[in-house]
Structures are given as structure tokens and as C-alpha cells.
């Protein structure tokens, strides 16, 4: 009798300890996301200065910088870090505000003027420097997630994980876009 409540001990103790890991590897996903949305937060807050500068030049494009508007809002935006969907959606919007940025970025270039303006290329060279720090915290994120996913989805985690309701999260994708190979001599014509 005392052997069998020393084993059940000892088995309630370490049920308990992975449980304790996976909320620790849960929560650490959430600190990597948030790590993300401060980055996108610093973009987002960018991204109308650069509107305005390039809105003075740029009247040909005015749909990109109303494309570009709405997606911000759409970053900006709470969502449940508990929802997979909202993170997915969140991510997705914020990969297609990076992907309209770049375009306006590359535009920039058929402007001599706005090119050579020096209040746009200082806010070119923060939006480069906030771009790199979302791309660290992506990294980070993806790493977190690798790591929840595998407790979550590894025998005895996913008894655990399924008794406290702890899911995978998703990674952070690049758009299809991102990923097509380029061709450098479309850039060259």
C-alpha cells in the first residue's frame, strides 16, 4: 500500500511538473508574439509618416497608400492570443502590410524628389531598422512555437496538453509572394 501511494506520488508530481512546462512554453510563445506586435506597433506608428511624405509626390499612387491605410488598421487591431485563428489572421495581415510597404519602398525609386527628400530617407532607414527588429522577433517567435508544438504534440504532453487545454500555436509564414524566386533581371531593365 505504501508503494502504490509513493508511485502515484511520484507520478502526480511529474504530471504536475510537465503540466508546469507547458504552461512556461505556452506563455513564452505569448512573449514572443507580443514581441512581434511591439515591433509591429513601432511600424505601424511609421507607416503614416511615410504616407504623408510620399503622399505630396506620389499622386499616381494612391490606391497602394490606401491599400497600405487599411492594412495598418487591420494590424493594429487586438485579436485573443488564445484564438489560433486570430494569430493566423494577425500574422497574415501583418506579412501583407510588410509586402504593400516594400512595393511603396521600391515606387519611392521613381521619384528622384521624394527619393532625395531627407525627411523620407530618414523614415526609409527607421522603417529598415524596425523591419530587421520584426524580423528577430519572428524568429524568436518561430523558435517558441517549435518548442510548445513539440511538448503539445509528444506523448505524455499531449495527454497533459489536451487535460489543460493547451494548443499549438502557428508559425509565422512568409506570404507566397515573399517566397517566389526573383529574377534579378527584371530589376535591370
Not at 19 to 27: E, G, I, Q
Not at 28 to 45: F, H, M, P, W, Y
Not at 130 to 157: C, D, K
Request: net charge negative.
Amino acid at each position: 500500500m505504501e508503494g502504490l501511494l509513493l508511485i502515484l506520488g511520484l507520478a502526480l508530481i511529474i504530471a504536475y511538473l510537465w503540466y508546469v512546462s507547458l504552461v512556461k512554453k505556452r506563455n513564452a510563445c505569448r512573449e514572443a508574439l507580443s514581441g512581434i506586435d511591439v515591433q509591429l506597433t513601432k511600424r505601424a506608428n511609421l507607416v503614416p509618416n511615410i504616407l504623408k511624405i510620399a503622399q505630396k509626390f506620389m499622386e499616381h499612387e494612391k490606391v497602394l497608400l490606401t491599400e497600405i491605410t487599411e492594412l495598418r488598421t487591420q494590424v493594429v487591431k487586438q485579436y485573443s492570443l488564445s484564438d489560433r485563428q486570430a494569430v493566423e489572421g494577425h500574422l497574415a495581415a501583418a506579412e501583407q502590410l510588410n509586402e504593400k510597404m516594400s512595393q511603396l519602398m521600391l515606387n519611392v525609386e521613381n521619384y528622384p524628389e521624394l527619393k532625395s527628400d531627407h525627411t523620407m530617407l530618414q523614415a526609409m532607414q527607421t522603417y529598415n531598422e524596425v523591419e530587421a527588429h520584426i524580423s528577430a522577433a519572428r524568429r524568436f517567435y518561430n523558435a517558441a512555437v517549435t518548442e510548445l508544438n513539440n511538448a503539445v504534440e509528444i506523448f505524455p504532453g499531449s495527454l497533459i496538453a489536451n487535460i489543460a487545454s493547451i494548443v499549438t500555436m502557428p508559425f509565422y509564414k512568409a506570404a507566397e509572394t515573399a517566397q517566389t524566386p526573383i529574377d534579378a533581371a527584371d530589376f535591370l531593365k
